[in-house]
């Protein structure tokens, strides 16, 4: 399996937030408000398989976030899968009480039966640093061991702002996400990846839109016309600038009710 260095992020460049991702809130707030798939879904436009294996998600709160991993957890214990979420907290605990408050109650032992929750710290960052092969191979394995239990599959929700944290190897997050999407050609495994639009900058959002085949906002999912675009043809305009065209051209597309194709 091969990572490529041109896949990296450059480490000179901000991670973290600017007053100029305030487009992003704007954008997502007027789409909220809108009518239409990109606010209130339209139930008739709905089709009801999944719209892809990989996506990813941006929200504003957790209100939006708990809301998006509810649609997709449920989705996966409805379809008999195994259910793996990765939260950013330091324990499995805090991660169930913070699921709990926020309306999501999962069935059973946890960490013994169909759904596992995880921290950061059992998965992207085991061993104090990220390196995408390791984590590729843990996913494997464990689409391996739903398999092998007789699940359907395997479904997977991460919270990705531990890339934030500094640790050595976060600069290699997008060769990771491109990975992900060798690893789901399948139907064993469907992956969401979630991503806090107030604490990632534009800059990096560029390569995290350029990597999903498709992006949850809200309570819509759209097909992902930017998937694959070179940073070539990002343009010169600022990282704000161009994320707003491509979030408002995504917008003038008809999204599908998140719910009906996770």
């Known amino acids: 399996m091969m990572f490529h260095k041109a896949n990296r992020l ?33 139930k ?8 892809t294996h990989h ?35 330091h324990s499995t605990k805090a991660s169930m009480l913070q699921m709990e408050r926020n309306g999501i109650n999962l069935p059973g032992d946890q960490n013994a039966g169909q759904v596992h929750v995880l921290t950061v710290f059992q998965s992207f960052l085991r061993k104090g640093v990220f390196d995408p092969p390791q984590m590729i191979t843990w996913l494997q394995r464990e689409m391996l061991r739903s398999k092998h239990e007789g699940y359907q599959g395997t479904c997977i929700a991460a919270e990705m702002t531990w890339a934030l944290r500094g640790a050595a190897g976060s600069a290699r997050l ?4 491109l990975e992900i999407n060798k690893l789901v050609q399948t139907d064993s495994c469907r992956m969401l990846c979630m991503y806090d639009s107030n604490r990632f900058s534009p800059a990096v959002l560029h390569y995290v839109f350029t990597s999903h085949p498709a992006v949850v906002l809200g309570a819509a ?13 990002f343009g010169g305009c600022p990282a704000s600038t161009t994320l707003n065209a491509w979030l408002d051209e995504l917008g003038s597309t008809r999204g599908t009710e998140f719910s009906k194709v996770c």
């Open 10 to 42: 450059d480490e000179r460049n901000s991670w973290q937030v600017d007053e100029r991702s305030l487009v992003i809130s704007n954008w997502m707030k007027s789409r909220r408000e809108a009518p239409g798939p990109g606010g209130s879904t339209k």
């Open 44 to 51: 008739g436009d709905a089709v009801t398989e999944p719209i």
């Open 55 to 89: 996506m990813c998600s941006l929200h504003q709160s957790d209100e939006e976030r708990y809301a998006i991993l509810g649609t997709f957890l449920d989705h996966g214990l409805d379809r008999h899968e195994k259910v793996i979420y990765i939260a950013d907290q």
């Open 174 to 177: 997008i060769e990771y996400e």
């Open 221 to 233: 999912a759209y097909r992902n016309s930017y998937f694959h675009v070179a940073p070539a043809r």
